[in-house]
């Protein structure tokens, strides 16, 4: 159980384009979704947090404009990155939680590669 | 300050071998959790082991187990019979207090090599 999905597992983009990155929790309801960012080398970066149905909240300095983030049910949340630069290219990775357990179940994360 | 730290970069365990992963934490809550989430060069985080800051038995995972130190802070990783495709990314990471958000906070990591 407790199986996260995310697509696509990876992404080439053109400077400028928007790119939208899906999560999903098959088998189970999340309450809560979580959206990560790892450069090459080093630890995940929590991004934002997503409660289904309420707006992102967001970690400082992660843009809202630019990481927008829905999460219209409770087996889904996406992440659009907007107008992505070289810079935004990263390995993203979501988590979904449910009430009543303590662990994050993650994706198997999305590499964004933007020309 | 670091709230999670890992001072171990890369470590290297002979196959067959037990192996300790080094994780020290700092909080002031009292409440609190700890995990160990596996990352293999494929990239997807895998739930190893949790440990609850009020329980009274370090957590055993089938090969994994937590050593739980909390007058000290630390919650190590053991890895017993370490096996070829242990080689990976180990990460430690805490939740904090009773916060229905239920952030992680992740150390930044341990590489470990299996030797045949």
């Known amino acids: 159980g407790a199986v996260v999905s995310q697509h696509p597992s990876r992404v080439i983009c053109k400077s400028g384009t928007s790119v939208k990155i899906e999560c999903r929790s098959l088998?189970?309801?999340?309450?809560?979704m979580f959206w990560y960012r790892q450069f090459p080398k080093q630890s995940l970066m929590l991004m934002a947090t997503?409660?289904?149905?309420?707006?992102?909240?967001?970690e400082q300095g992660v843009e809202k404009d630019k990481f927008l983030i829905n999460h219209a049910s409770l087996t889904l949340s996406t992440l659009t990155v907007t107008s992505a630069h070289p810079e935004d290219s990263s390995f993203y990775i979501c988590?979904?939680?449910?009430?009543?357990?303590?662990?994050?179940?993650f994706g198997p994360g999305t590499r964004l590669t933007v020309l | 300050a670091q709230k999670i730290t890992q001072t171990q970069p890369g470590m290297f365990v002979q196959e067959k071998e037990a192996v300790t992963l080094d994780c020290t934490y700092d909080?002031?809550?009292?409440?609190?959790?700890l995990f160990w989430y596996k990352q293999p060069s494929s990239g997807e985080m895998i739930f190893l082991i949790y440990?609850?800051?009020?329980?009274?038995q370090n957590a055993t995972e089938g090969r994994y187990s937590l050593n739980f130190q909390k007058a000290r802070k630390s919650a190590n990783l053991v890895i017993s019979a370490s096996q070829l495709g242990d080689s990976a990314m180990y990460f430690c990471?805490?939740?904090?207090?009773?916060?229905?958000?239920?952030?992680?906070?992740f150390g930044s990591g341990t590489r470990l090599l299996v030797r045949p």
């Open positions: 988590s979904a939680h449910w009430s009543g357990t303590d662990t994050q179940y």
């Open positions: 088998d189970f309801q999340a309450t809560t």
């Open positions: 997503s409660n289904e149905g309420s707006k992102a909240t967001y």
């Open positions: 909080t002031s809550d009292p409440s609190y959790g």
């Open positions: 440990q609850g800051s009020y329980d009274q």
């Open positions: 990471a805490m939740r904090e207090g009773e916060d229905s958000s239920y952030k992680l906070i």
